[in-house]
């Protein structure tokens, strides 16, 4: 083993690794040069000959101190033990955004620094610069991208303390997490999204459909079958969804594949009545019951294909362009505005709690809204105080 205080040590992987800091150029981030090597000796050596040629920086530059922690493990290893750990437990597509979060985001800023070194300052410090331009494209990271961040290196933090590898875990700061807008179809925006879906009378038209009156998920509705619809009871089972994520394999070529698993959660698999009309619909266009419903064979459409195809029909529909997920969002809205008791269209959209179908879905127009504000008796008439309104301000 290297000695303490030379930032020498042996990988999981048994190579040896130096490192010798380079510079501190904000607040809580460090900057490491790495050398690798079979043998102890031999990057002890490189790590010699580089800082003969590169001496160190001089004290000024640091913002922080320099901490020896050579006998710590870094975050690097620790988030690569808890993704280990998790792998088996939860879902694929779980596992698959676990992992791109850590090594796209935490890992390239915070993955080299000794577990003991990270406190609550550089935590906040990384979620606020990955909240200004954390995209990988350019530009910053949504409020809900960040709050997953904080919740994903907080469990790698909890997992450290309970392998005792950390004393404590850091505080982290809060991350206030705004709800996005959502869109809504006006009345006129769905009439022409459903007449040119009925125009078309397409396999993928019909899905869209069926969409906006089940108010189902993209990836719901890519792996919907027509052996999922009971003609006789008038429901759809939503048992499966299609979803693209990233391979975890390094070996593989591929960057990203295909799943069909279970739905978002265990509330969202459900069973749903459509309007007897809408099955009426259905019953004349039903095909064998291994055939998807969006292509009418037996091969499934992937998400970013329906999407595509979805912004397609709203061109031809003169429709300006919206989400998927705006079919579902119009499905809740009309349900509300006609009616609908909101625990019942709480199980229908597959929600836990009916708090979410109020806060994220429900969105009146403002016809309802002016429909209920008019059910309020007017207190002046003609310029005068009426019987009524005498009585209710007496």
Not at 137 to 159: A, P, Y
Not at 213 to 240: H, M, P, V
């Amino acid at each position: 083993m290297g000695r303490r205080g030379e930032n020498i040590r042996k990988r999981a992987d048994g190579r040896w690794e130096a490192r010798v800091v380079k510079g501190r150029p904000t607040a809580g981030m460090t900057n490491y040069k790495y050398f690798y090597g079979k043998t102890y000796q031999e990057v002890r050596q490189k790590k010699k000959e580089f800082l003969t040629k590169c001496p160190a920086p001089s004290e000024a530059v640091f913002s922080l101190p320099i901490f020896d922690n050579s006998g710590e493990m870094l975050l690097r290893d620790a988030a690569d033990k808890w993704l280990a750990s998790k792998e088996t437990v939860v879902k694929e597509s779980t596992y698959a955004c676990y992992g791109f979060m850590v090594r796209r985001h935490i890992l390239p800023t915070l993955g080299e620094l000794p577990l003991g070194e990270i406190n609550s300052d550089i935590l906040t410090c990384f979620l606020e610069k990955e909240k200004a331009d954390g995209r990988l494209t350019g530009g910053s990271l949504s409020d809900k991208t960040i709050s997953d961040m904080k919740v994903v290196l907080m469990q790698i933090l909890r997992f450290a303390k309970k392998k005792e590898l950390i004393p404590a875990i850091p505080e982290c700061p809060s991350v206030t997490s705004r709800q996005p807008d959502i869109s809504v179809f006006t009345k006129w925006e769905q009439d022409k999204v459903e007449a040119q879906a009925m125009k078309e009378d397409t396999p993928f038209s019909l899905g869209v459909l069926i969409s906006l009156y089940g108010g189902i998920r993209i990836g719901e509705a890519c792996g919907l079958q027509w052996g999922d619809f009971d003609f006789q009871n008038g429901t759809i089972s939503i048992n499966k969804t299609v979803y693209r994520i990233t391979v975890a394999d390094k070996q593989s070529s591929a960057k990203t594949k295909v799943v069909i698993g279970t739905p978002k959660t265990d509330c969202s698999v459900r069973t749903i009545p459509l309007p007897a009309q809408a099955f009426r619909y259905l019953a004349e266009r039903q095909r064998a019951g291994d055939c998807y419903v969006l292509t009418g064979t037996t091969k499934y459409m992937e998400p970013r294909v329906c999407l595509d195809r979805y912004k397609r029909l709203l061109r031809r529909a003169g429709v300006a362009d919206h989400t998927f997920h705006t079919l579902r969002h119009t499905f809740a809205t009309r349900c509300v505005e006609n009616g609908v008791d909101v625990k019942s269209l709480s199980e229908i959209m597959g929600h836990s709690d009916v708090k979410i179908t109020l806060q994220r879905y429900v969105h009146p127009s403002m016809e309802t809204k002016k429909a209920q504000v008019n059910k309020l008796p007017f207190l002046i008439t003609d310029g005068q105080i009426s019987g009524q309104g005498k009585e209710r301000i007496a």
